[in-house]
């Protein structure tokens, strides 16, 4: 498949949007249990949401140049019985519009149920926090069905691709949330130490799906392509010479050795470096030391993308081996 | 149930194109507007057609054939592309099995080109809507078209008559017929997609000859060799030359 850079950074940005979602809820629910012991700033649960809400609409917003006719791009909800990027639309604003109900509902102190100063969780701000928690992993399973639900594609055709999906999102949104927050040091080391481990296990994920991946073999052949039963088929034309839509959109056109570097990159550059930059966080280096592996993490994730569609071999290119 | 399919003998196709050039200019001159060319005349010329011919080697020479395969939109009777179209634009109509793009519908996020795995769909990049095969809908159900018109474009336009048209659920059909005598088989059968188009494959054509069609049995001219021989004694015609 042709990486585009619209659906790139739809990907990534919504995932760490909702990653750094979750973070906030995170930090609440451990607040009201007494497991985080900083205090946190009023204003803290408000600029957290606000920034979620600007990352997740800027990947919304990227998403659309996607589209060959955006201003009828409201018709994509109705399909969401059958298909999981329609699901995807539907999720995506609804989350959208609960972090901003839940950035309100911070705004407008509606935590402390009854006037009590301890709050609880039938506060209206836990409750959105729960909807918005569980519509952001419902998000997550859509991101990655919409790319795992084509069988042809097989390099996406498995569970892995939602667990990555999942998991990298989660990873770049803690790490987000650690290098962002103006919070206490306790909180930044807990959002670093969960974007650590949420980054080794998309590691593991990743590297799973790499190696199952390499050991792929293709279903479709040349010989099933056009029912012809020989060992050796070549084509000689593809029936036009100045390419077509087929030639632009599932061939990305690149060398081996570039696609393999971006592989070694984005392994260095989402995984390797930003756990290490993110142990240093979690040991109390430096805020610095954060913001850079956040910054970096994104970076790699924009390669893993890449990489991930790039790596995709999609059947229908079976058909476009030669031009004439 | 009806099921509208093509199907394409490869070994009569002889990889002309003008199933090309008639399914595009029927279908560029249609009321869904054109379909869009760049640089028709130009360096890299590029557009959107719902019909390719292409060309193939099989085997190592000197055993080699060349075989011409017409591709377009197959019309499964399981489409993938159709489930994951977001709007609805993408679907199969129930009353004869054609699959369409409602092109006031389509959004051109292109996710059905990547749920096809034949690769036959097209967008257009002018009107940013997916494009695909309609088995010329506008053609084959037009009622003020004499009977024998009502037929895709480049089912009329084959010099060979390549490609056959008909309703393959219709099992005295023509199509059904030669899929059925001739070995039809369908594209890629490993997705479970059912594909309604259906290929007849290269046959090799063999001439038996018996000595008989060498040298007939009942040829006249030698019927009078195997006649007895007159003894040169009796009489000849007319009576100077003997046999």
């Not at chain 2, 194109?17 to 054109?34: D, F």
Request: hydrophobic share 45%; net charge positive; aromatic share 12%.
């Amino acid at each position: 498949m042709n990486p585009r850079v619209s659906v790139i950074l739809l990907t990534t940005l919504i995932g760490a949007g909702q990653g750094l979602f979750i973070a906030l809820y995170v930090v609440e629910t451990g607040v009201l249990l007494d497991l985080v012991a900083a205090p946190i700033r009023p204003w803290f649960y408000f600029y957290g949401a606000l920034l979620a809400f600007i990352v997740t609409s800027a990947g919304l917003v990227a998403s659309v140049f996607h589209l060959g006719r955006p201003a009828r791009a409201w018709r994509s909800a109705t399909q969401w019985r059958t298909s999981w990027l329609s699901r995807e639309v539907i999720v995506l604003p609804a989350f959208l519009g609960v972090v901003a109900l839940y950035a309100a509902a911070h705004f407008l102190g509606w935590n402390g149920t009854y006037g009590s100063t301890q709050g609880s969780f039938a506060d209206p701000t836990m409750l959105i926090g729960f909807t918005g928690t569980l519509l952001a992993l419902a998000l997550y399973v859509c991101t990655g069905m919409v790319y795992a639900c084509l069988p042809f594609l097989r390099e996406w055709a498995t569970p892995l691709t939602v667990i990555n999906y999942t998991l990298l999102g989660l990873a770049s949104g803690f790490a987000l949330a650690a290098a962002a927050t103006l919070a206490a040091p306790p909180v930044v080391r807990l959002f670093a130490a969960c974007a650590l481990v949420f980054t080794a296990l998309g590691f593991a994920g990743r590297l799973a799906s790499l190696a199952r991946n390499a050991r792929l073999r293709p279903k479709s052949t040349l010989q099933t392509a056009i029912g012809i039963k020989h060992p050796r088929i070549v084509q000689t034309s593809q029936g036009f010479m100045g390419g077509s839509f087929n030639t632009r959109e599932f061939f990305h056109g690149r060398s081996t050795k570039f696609v393999r570097a971006v592989r070694w990159f984005f392994l260095l550059g989402a995984f390797a470096v930003p756990a290490l930059l993110l142990a240093a966080g979690v040991a109390g280096v430096g805020k610095s030391v954060v913001v850079a592996a956040f910054v970096i993490q994104y970076v790699g994730l924009l390669a893993e993308r890449w990489y991930f569609f790039a790596q995709a071999n999609h059947p229908q290119n079976l058909y476009y081996q030669a031009i004439a | 149930m009806t099921q509208l399919a093509l199907v394409i003998d490869l070994n009569v196709c002889v990889g002309c194109h003008a199933c090309v050039t008639s399914c595009k200019e029927w279908n560029t001159s249609g009321s869904a507007g054109p379909l869009s060319d760049f640089n028709p005349y130009d360096r890299d010329p590029t557009g959107a057609f719902f019909n390719r011919v292409q060309s193939f080697e099989v085997g190592e020479f000197p055993n080699t054939q060349t075989v011409h395969f017409p591709k377009s939109c197959l019309h499964c009777e399981d489409p993938p592309c159709v489930p994951v179209c977001p709007t609805g634009a993408s679907y199969k109509r129930a009353e004869d099995g054609i699959v369409l793009v409602d092109y006031d519908k389509c959004i051109g996020c292109k996710y059905c080109a990547w749920a096809c795995p034949y690769g036959v769909r097209e967008l257009d990049e002018k009107s940013q809507v997916m494009t695909k095969c309609t088995l010329c809908v506008d053609r084959i159900t037009d009622v003020a078209l004499p009977e024998a018109e009502r037929k895709p474009a480049c089912v009329l336009a084959c010099p060979t008559n390549a490609r056959l048209f008909g309703d393959i659920h219709d099992p005295d059909s023509a199509v059904s017929t030669a899929i059925r005598e001739n070995a039809g088989y369908a594209l890629m059968p490993e997705w479970g997609t059912h594909p309604a188009n259906h290929y007849l494959p290269r046959r090799r054509t063999e001439r038996h000859l018996h000595a008989d069609e060498l040298q007939r049995a009942d040829n006249p001219l030698k019927v009078d060799g195997l006649q007895p021989k007159p003894p040169k004694s009796d009489p000849a015609l007319d009576d100077v030359m003997s046999w």
